[in-house]
Every structure is written in structure tokens, then in C-alpha cells.
């Protein structure tokens, strides 16, 4: 385990099993509305993307006419937010997830991966890992610091045809991860026994009683999943040791038998597993973002799903229906489908979406990258599936900030603008680690940050919109270095300064009032003319522009919700690109142009970006740190 998630489950065992939206570390506000698209392109262009906030999707259109082609991003409304287990019921094969962020547990149609609606049950605090028994008429789950107190965990039953909840057992002393049922038993596997990371699996009557510890294992095994391959074999996935043992019951107890998977296998926390169709064990790797199968009678284990693959990020848990594997990816708040050689099928069951209203770009592998300010998040989306690979949560990590713009810079690393706190925050774009401000709250006088850009200079150009400014910043170090542009456009006239863009020696910027692009010089700022002139073709309140591959400028008419196309040598208006609403068009903030041949990249999740995912699950849900999905704390390593 990384030093960063020690210090982060340290917390988790402590003071931070509270709600901390009402503190001062993670803190979610909305902003006022903003949109925004993006051009896909290459010698020819794959599309014009719109993120529209008002409707929150991700809109494309043609390339050469602007028609609109179809809705890239689709938002979700209803359904699980950070999957803490899943399980198909026997008598229906409908697919169960438990929602740990919001304390729900949905249905979705295995075939489709739709949502069923409404939801089956509400109420819960952070329900994890969950389990039918024979008949499917009943669903078990561990239910984390239910709010009977700060330390006690419950495990619970759900009666599906009723929907209702009742308490089988609770435990001051218990973490429960693990749930498995045989016959008239429970059985939960507990990863911090009293605070003493002994790991153990206790084993409670269906019917509710106490429960019986059967099996005391290692300690900082940190046992997630487990799984009875009969009624006298329990096989358990030791998170904290990268392997998988299995114990026998002898008639009187439950002894060691073997193991079954070792820890030189590639599987880097194991968390969820499955009896595949043939009789192999599934294993999936919540950090090494694999699955693997394990013969159980020679014990050869072979991939199954190669890391990442199909996007998978985090891998939580593994089921089967029929010859279809089905895996939660926590960090792209899916469930993916896979074939039973590990071929993703494309079809994913997705969880509740990060809200797309604010700016966006194209990352360098060609994935859409796009600003939520609601959720102060910024999320990355497959480019050419467009469905989600990971968040930088937390994106503007102080009070009563939200990011507005994203561009990557010339380190590879992200850069977002962040409104409220009149800064500049940075990510690692590899790792997903925050870095940090780049620029300082407030530096230069920046107030009401808004586009970023840049410069030919390698430095970095923002504008301040509070201040009609352009303001540039050292490149590598984030200093103020001057006014690059100042209140009265260097001579120019007062600008509202939205979307910065360089092309040919020349600075061009978006000016809202009174709905112009002004255009100056690349290097010395001098003004040199208003490039479009107000209202020029209809134009109406410009946030986003871009010379397109065809020499032309394309800017955003927020006011009127369509993209314009001025001509790129003289500014000369040429046509309405996107005609007003198009497709549902509400609002366009930006526009940016990716190479085609870019392939998209799904990164493994770090202890930094661990950490992260669980910035995630707390302003998702509004819960308590505490009973989060263990996959989680099975990070025992940092390399």
C-alpha cells in the first residue's frame, strides 16, 4: 500500500467516518449554467461536439455541414452511483447492483444493461457486497454503519417481492466486505476486526441471530470477496495479500485447504469472484484491472480480460449469466460485459452520469475531456464509445470553487480553471494525482478565470473575466508574468473575455459584450482589429471559437445556441453552421479540434487516484468515508 491510501484509510477509521460535504475538504457547488462543445478532427474532421448544459449531453455533428449526427454522451438520472457489489437473481437473471454513494439498490435488465425503475430499495447507508440465496426470493447485503452508531456494521435481508429491508445481525466491531449464503446461513468476510486489520469470516442464521466467527486469517489480509463452491468449501479473496485461499469444513471446523491463486498470479488486489460456466474461478483485480481464471483441479490461471480492457477501471466484482461475464468498474461507474473469452461486447449497464456543463478539450490519446461545474469534477470520456474512462474529482479542491475551463499543456499535464477560488489547478493527466495550483488564487489580479490557452511561448494565457483581462503566466513555474491584454483590449475597445485560441502569430479571443473576436498579437499583445465585428452573421454572445481544419473560424453564439463560421483570412461571416438548437444545442462554450488516429487509453488507478475515487463517492452520496467499497482498502502496495 502507497503511503497516500495508508494516510487515507487511517483517516477512514477515524474522524473521517462523517459526512464531509459539511466540511471543509470536499466541498460541491452549483454555478450558473455553462455549456460547451468540441470539433473531432485529423486531415478530415470525425465531428463537432457539443456539451450542452442545459440537457447535459454530448451532441455531435457533421463535420463538413453541421447537421447533427447523434447524442455522444447520454446523461443517467436514476440508477447506482459507485457499484459496492452486484448479483444476477436465479429465478429472473435480472441484474441486482447495490449503489454504495447513494444507499440504493437497483435493478437493471441483463440484456440490455437499461435501468428498471423506480428503485427496489432506498433509505440504506452504503450497501456493498450482496448475494441471493437459492430460491432468489431473498437478497443479502452488508449495509456499512447503517446509522445505528459510527462502528457497527449490518447485514441485512431484502425481501425482493416486497421490498422490504429487516436486520439479520450487527456487529460494533465488524467491516463487513464480503457476502456469501448457503442454505440457512450468512456468511461475511470482515477485513478490520475491532480496529485490528485480523481479518475473519463470520457466519450468521438466515433468519438472524448471532454470528459465529469460523475462519480468523492473517493480519492485513483484508478478505473481500468470498464464495461457497459447495457447502463445505468457502473460497476468499485476500485483497491485502494479492491471492486467494480456500478453507474446507472437516465436519467440526473450518481449516486451510490450499491456495488458489498466488500472489505472483498479476492480480493486484483480487476483490470480486465467480464459478464461470465451466467451472473455473473468475477473479477480478480491483487495481491490476483484470480478470483471471483459475482451474480449480490444476490450479493453471489464465487472463480472462486483459487490464483495461473494454475500459475497465477498478475492477469490483465479477458475475456470469450464462456465457456472458458481467464486471463493475468503479471508476467509470459501469458495469461491462464481456464475452466468456474476455472480448468486451460493448454492452454497459452505466451508472448515474458527473453532470457535462462547463468547458472541454481533447486529451493527447483522444478521449473527450469535459469540465462538470455542478459536480466539480472533470470528466474523461472514451472518443470514440463515449463512455466514461475515469474523473479528476475534486477538480477545484477549495471552497465554493467550480471548473470552467481545460486545456493540457505543453507537460502532458491537465490545467483547469477554477472560478470561484480565481485560480489555476493541475493535475497528473497519467496518474489522475492532483498537483496542485498552478496559478495561485487571485495572482495578477485573475478574478472570474474563464478560457485558457497556451501561447507559442510555452506560457500559459488565461482570461480573467471579472477584470476583462488577458493575463500570462510562466509556463513552468505558474508566476504572474504581465497584462498581456488589458480592460480596454490594449486600445481595442473593453473586452469580456471568454475562449482564448493562437493560430498563425495571432492571439484571437471570444468577447461576450459586444459579441466580437478580437484578435492581437501572439507575442507582444498589440491589438491589430476586431476580427468578427459585433453581431457580425447574428453572432450573440461568443464563448468558444477555433480555426477549423479548413482554415475558417468556427465560434460559439451562446445566446442564441448555434456555431457561426467566419472566414479565417478576414473574419468575413460565411454561414450558420449549427443552426439555433440543433439537436437540442443550448448554450456553446467551446471548440477544439483532436487527431483522428488517436488511440483512446484507460490508466490503472493509482493510490493517488484511489484516493480520488473516493473524493468521488463522497460527493456523490453524501455519506459517511466510513464502509466505502473495500475494494478500496485492499491497495497494499504503491508499485
Not at 76 to 88: D, R, S, Y
Request: net charge negative.
Amino acid at each position: 500500500m502507497g503511503p497516500g491510501l495508508k494516510i487515507l484509510i487511517s483517516g477512514i477509521r477515524g474522524a473521517a467516518a462523517r459526512n464531509l460535504r459539511s466540511g471543509l475538504v470536499l466541498v460541491m457547488v452549483l454555478t450558473w449554467p455553462c455549456m460547451a462543445l468540441a470539433w473531432s478532427s485529423a486531415a478530415v474532421a470525425q465531428g463537432l461536439f457539443v456539451v450542452s448544459q442545459n440537457n447535459q449531453k454530448v451532441l455531435r455533428y457533421d463535420a463538413s455541414t453541421g447537421a447533427f449526427l447523434d447524442t455522444f454522451v447520454s446523461p443517467i438520472t436514476q440508477g447506482f452511483q459507485i457499484p459496492g457489489g452486484m448479483a444476477l437473481q436465479p429465478s429472473s437473471g435480472v441484474l441486482f447492483v447495490a449503489s454504495t454513494a447513494t444507499g440504493e439498490i437497483w435493478k437493471y435488465t441483463m440484456a440490455t444493461g437499461q435501468v428498471i425503475t423506480p428503485r427496489l430499495a432506498g433509505g440504506l447507508f452504503q450497501p456493498g457486497a450482496i448475494a441471493f440465496d437459492a430460491t432468489g426470493a431473498n437478497l443479502y447485503f452488508a449495509d456499512a454503519a447503517d446509522g445505528l452508531s459510527t462502528n457497527t456494521d449490518t447485514i441485512k435481508k431484502l425481501v425482493v417481492s416486497s421490498a422490504t429491508v429487516s436486520n439479520i445481525a450487527t456487529d460494533a466491531t465488524a467491516n463487513w466486505s464480503g457476502v456469501a449464503v448457503n442454505e440457512s446461513y450468512v456468511y461475511a468476510s470482515d477485513g478490520y476486526n475491532n480496529n485490528t486489520n485480523v481479518g475473519r469470516i463470520v457466519r450468521f442464521p438466515a433468519l438472524g441471530g448471532n454470528g459465529t466467527t469460523i475462519i480468523t486469517l492473517p493480519e492485513n489480509s483484508l478478505p473481500g470477496g468470498i464464495l461457497l463452491r459447495s457447502p463445505t468449501d468457502l473460497l476468499i479473496a485476500e485483497a491485502g495479500l494479492d491471492q486467494v485461499v480456500e478453507y474446507t469444513f472437516n465436519g467440526t471446523s473450518w481449516v486451510f485447504q490450499r491456495t488458489v491463486l498466488q500472489n505472483t498470479a498479476g492480480v493486484d488486489g483480487p476483490c470480486g469472484l465467480a464459478l464461470a460456466p465451466d467451472g473455473r474461478l473468475t477473479v477480478s483485480g480491483c487495481f491490476s484491472d483484470n480478470v483471471v481464471a483459475v482451474d480449480l483441479s490444476t490450479l493453471v490461471v489464465s487472463t480472462l480480460v486483459a487490464s483495461g480492457a473494454g475500459g475497465l477501471n477498478n475492477a469490483k466484482d465479477v458475475a456470469w449469466s450464462g456465457s456472458t461475464l458481467l464486471v463493475s468498474s468503479l471508476a467509470t461507474n459501469s458495469v461491462i460485459y464481456y464475452t466468456n473469452a474476455g472480448v468486451p461486447t460493448g454492452v454497459v449497464a452505466r451508472g448515474i452520469s458527473i453532470p457535462t456543463d462547463s468547458g472541454m478539450t481533447f486529451a493527447p490519446s483522444g478521449n473527450l475531456v469535459v469540465a462538470s461545474a455542478a459536480n466539480n469534477d472533470v470528466v474523461e470520456y472514451d472518443g470514440t464509445s463515449g463512455g466514461q474512462v475515469r474523473a479528476f474529482f475534486d477538480a477545484c479542491p477549495t471552497s465554493l470553487a467550480s471548473p470552467y475551463d481545460v486545456t493540457y499543456g505543453p507537460d502532458g499535464n491537465l490545467y483547469i480553471t477554477c472560478t470561484a477560488s480565481e485560480g489555476v489547478f493541475r493535475f497528473d493527466a497519467t496518474t489522475a494525482n492532483p498537483l496542485g495550483f498552478f496559478v495561485s488564487g487571485g495572482s495578477g489580479g485573475l478574478q472570474n478565470p474563464r478560457g485558457l490557452a497556451f501561447g507559442p511561448n510555452g506560457n500559459l494565457f488565461v482570461s480573467s473575466g471579472s477584470t476583462g483581462e488577458i493575463l500570462q503566466y510562466n509556463g513552468t513555474t505558474g508566476a504572474f508574468v504581465n497584462v498581456f491584454v488589458d480592460s480596454n483590449g490594449n486600445g481595442g475597445g473593453p473586452l469580456d473575455p471568454y475562449a482564448l485560441v493562437f493560430h498563425n502569430g495571432f492571439l484571437y479571443v471570444a468577447s461576450f459584450f459586444p459579441s466580437e473576436v478580437k484578435e492581437f498579437n501572439a507575442t507582444t499583445g498589440d491589438f491589430v482589429q476586431t476580427f468578427v465585428t459585433s453581431g457580425s452573421g447574428g453572432l450573440s454572445g461568443p464563448k468558444g471559437l477555433d480555426f477549423g481544419p479548413d482554415g475558417n473560424l468556427y465560434v460559439a453564439s451562446a445566446n442564441d445556441n448555434a456555431v457561426r463560421k467566419y472566414n479565417g483570412a478576414n473574419g468575413a461571416f460565411m454561414s450558420v453552421f449549427v443552426s439555433s438548437g440543433s439537436g437540442g444545442l443550448s448554450g456553446p462554450v467551446d471548440l477544439a479540434f483532436k487527431p483522428s488516429a488517436a488511440a483512446s487509453n484507460v490508466p490503472t488507478l493509482s493510490d493517488g487516484g484511489a484516493a480520488l475515487l473516493f473524493g468521488a463517492i463522497l460527493l456523490a452520496g453524501a455519506k459517511r468515508l466510513r464502509g466505502l467499497p473495500r475494494a478500496l482498502h485492499s491497495r497494499r502496495r504503491s508499485g
